[in-house]
């Protein structure tokens, strides 16, 4: 399995539990370093996810979400600087 298709799994197990799930980062295998934000627009609740892990800075971006029920989400229309505030700004996508 790739890198990739492992980060995915991750997102199914976190949208799954509803956001509860205690995942293991899919690139260093800590557990409780990831962490996400959905980003999008709050009545059509189409957007998109970026999930990141805090200690090895691997992340994932997904686009043309549906954002689940239980996610809060930002604003798509905010600030750059609202959007960027959480995210650490040395992430590294992982390659598909
Ligand atoms: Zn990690």
């Given at each position: 399995m790739s890198e990739h298709d492992k980060w995915i799994k991750a997102f199914v197990a976190l949208t799954d539990s509803g956001g509860e799930a205690k995942l293991s980062c899919?690139?260093?295998?800590?557990?409780?370093?990831i962490d996400f934000q959905f980003v999008g627009d709050?009545?059509?609740?189409?957007g998109y996810l970026q999930m990141w892990c805090r200690e090895c800075k691997k992340g994932l971006s997904l686009s043309r979400l549906l954002i689940p029920h239980w996610a809060s989400l930002v604003d798509?229309?905010?600030e750059k600087s609202l959007l960027a505030e959480?995210?650490?700004?040395?992430i590294t996508e992982v390659e598909e």
């Open positions: 899919p690139s260093c295998g800590r557990v409780g370093t709050p009545v059509s609740r189409k798509w229309n905010s959480r995210i650490p700004s040395d």
